[in-house]
């Protein structure tokens, strides 16, 4: 079956613009996260739903970040006024379960955000 | 507060030699780990996961990984390396329930011929 697919695959804008990232999670899976992996470095948690609801944003690094999951699929990312600061791969996973601590998180190939 | 280390950012391996990538983790409880592979313009690969049924744990391509709780390590091995194992390899640890996943700075893995 198809994986975690994102889209757009690269997306470049200016400082202070609005953007979205989408993710369209493996069919079935309840849970979705949301990571941000910077040049160099490991994926960050920012976010994660179960179901249609975001059970921790605790990653989310200010109120500019906010996401949905309206219908319990697919999921949108969205960062309002843009900084050079956001510019990263941002990741999508989706698992069956996130109250299982040891459930298989399935990674997308990502959103490459470039701020100029 | 869980946490990993990553001991070695880069290590360099001739083919057909054995790979030793080195993890540290710190957790409050009996922690599941897990290694992931990352190939150049490619997405983030499940390599194998500890969750506490056997300390030695084996996953694909070859690659196996030992919990050690004494330790507090889960170094990943593999016999004898393959030109296609060069990536980059994170180990992560689980953040607890909700399954947050916290990931190592990464160890990039090159292999010569």
């Known amino acids: 079956g198809a994986g975690v697919s994102q889209t757009p695959s690269n997306k470049v804008t200016e400082k202070g613009k609005y953007v979205e990232l989408r993710c369209d999670p493996i069919s079935g899976h309840t849970a979705l996260y949301w990571y941000r992996q910077s040049l160099g470095q490991g994926p960050e948690f920012l976010i994660y739903?179960?179901?249609?609801?975001?059970?921790?944003d605790s990653g989310l690094p200010n109120d500019r970040f906010f996401a949905v999951r309206p219908e319990g699929s697919v999921s949108t990312l969205k960062i309002q006024r843009t900084e050079r600061g956001d510019s990263a791969v941002y990741l999508c996973a989706s698992s069956l379960n996130s109250a299982a601590r040891a459930d298989t998180q399935y990674f997308g190939p990502g959103t490459r955000l470039t701020v100029l | 507060a869980q946490s990993v280390t990553q001991l070695d950012s880069h290590v360099s391996v001739s083919e057909g030699t054995p790979v030793l990538l080195r993890c540290n983790y710190s957790s409050s409880y009996s922690p599941s780990l897990f290694w992931y592979v990352q190939h150049p313009n490619k997405g983030l690969q499940l390599l194998l996961k500890?969750?506490?049924?056997?300390?030695l744990v084996k996953g694909i391509n070859g690659f196996e990984a030992e919990f050690k709780k004494s330790e507090t390590s889960f170094h990943l091995t593999k016999p004898s390396a393959h030109m296609s194992d060069a990536a980059e390899y994170f180990c992560v640890v689980s953040a607890g329930t909700g399954g947050k996943l916290i990931f190592g700075q990464g160890t990039e893995l090159s292999v010569k011929p």
């Open positions: 739903f179960q179901g249609t609801g975001a059970a921790d």
């Open positions: 500890y969750t506490s049924a056997a300390t």
